[in-house]
């Protein structure tokens, strides 16, 4: 495949930047092209300096988790530095993924770059300007083996799931088991460290705010909840909203790039555009496009880890065009993040459906509390869910709201005593029959260039 042969078009070109961006990309792709072993299959794929940044990239393929794998995380490192050195000194640590095996990626993780990219996307948020200073309290309610202490057997003290400035609630890793008393115990530990920052997966803080709600618990709200690691169902904003007075910001990103979008004061989400460039991948219009897509991701700045249209795996909705109300103008803006590709599932007649489309029409089924929907055949769907209404008025509403969606098929929905997480901790809203190769949903004009 050469240049000749590869021409894609570059949403990019339709995206406000500021100044000395296009710079700024340049640099990235040229240190990755010209002093990464990664890419060095790529160079001949590059239409070189005199072209634009983004048409130069559209030129590329994408980068997956398969190349993070073959090539190691030494693959990664530009200009020659030694990781084993850095490792030795305690610059670098190196940190492998959750995911499943077959998903795993061990990254060199540079606290320094992370750290920036996180007070970078705080700029792009008014209440988070404001509270987060890098040296504020914050309490951290995830599943613990994605970040913080595990124990799944036995309870631990507050003083050893505390660290520096950060207290993990949690050691327990599944929601659904939570006792009344360890949410108690959250609540009072809340009301005593009164963090600045509550940072969460929305599923288990859902989980906290309806026994808060039901039990008539007192809560100190912290400054801002940051809403992570999942994307949050309009159900567990709901319930996060009932139970704290704190505003709730999305904050979107990866272990291996840093942090990418973050939703602003209006709603919308922004690209980080000190830290990354996002190239959007149009899906066709069979398939939610033009405004609907995936991205690619390419990161500035990190001495460690040249990242270059990395696949993130997640689908997003661009907004309307109009200016977001906020004021804020530069780089890629969002409607919504749509979940990841892997949660795509199809209609009976091959249509994908997106996390967050399912998600908008259950949102308005009375008493839904928690849901997961497995696409069961190619027309048939299963919707386990738990509610706090009748359970059969609940899941004719689920049948007939599922049906705008999917049109006519075999929609089933069963009443569940809880939803558990899938390993290390992270719920999925959805999950096909089989996993849909995204790439088949691509319009091909700016679907990325095979490698
Ligand atoms: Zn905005």
Known sequence: MTIDTCIKDSFALSVPYAPGYAQRCARALDEALYSTPAYAAWRELDSGPTCPVFSRFAALPALTKRELRAYGPQGFVPHGRDIASALATGEIELVATSGTTADQVTN???????????????????????????????????????????????????ASRSL???LYLTERSDPSLWTDAMMDRMVDELNTFKPAVLEANPSFLARLSR???????????????????????ILHLRQIGRAFDAPAVSSYGATEA??????????RFHQVAACCHVDFLPFTPEHGGPNVGRILVTTFDNPWRSLVRFDIGDVVRLDDGTPCPCGRREGLTLASMEGRTVNLTLTPDG???????????????PGLVQYQILQTSAAAYLLR??????????????????????????ITAEPVGGISPDPPG??????????????????QRYAPCPS
Not at 211 to 233: A, D, F, M, Q, W
Not at 426 to 443: E, F, G, V, W
């Open 108 to 158: 060199v993780w540079y606290q320094p770059w992370w750290d920036a990219t996180e007070a970078a996307s705080w700029q792009l948020n008014a209440h988070a300007r404001a509270v987060a200073t890098g040296s504020h309290r914050e309490a951290i309610l995830t599943s613990p083996w994605c970040t913080g202490v595990p124990c799944e057997d036995g309870y631990l003290s507050m």
């Open 164 to 166: 520096d400035r950060f």
């Open 211 to 233: 026994h808060i709600v039901s039990h008539r618990l007192r809560v100190r709200s912290p400054g801002l909840i940051i809403l992570t690691y999942e994307n949050p169902s």
């Open 258 to 267: 840093g942090h990418v979008f973050i939703q602003c004061e209006a709603g």
């Open 351 to 365: 249509r994908a459906v997106t996390q967050a489309a399912v998600d908008r029409v259950l949102a308005s089924v």
């Open 385 to 410: 869910f738990v509610a706090d209404d009748a359970e059969h008025r609940a899941a004719g509403a689920i049948c007939e709201a599922l049906q705008t969606v999917y049109g006519p098929a075999a």
């Open 426 to 443: 992270k719920y999925r809203l959805a999950k096909p029959l089989d996993p849909i190769d995204p790439d088949t949903l691509l319009d």
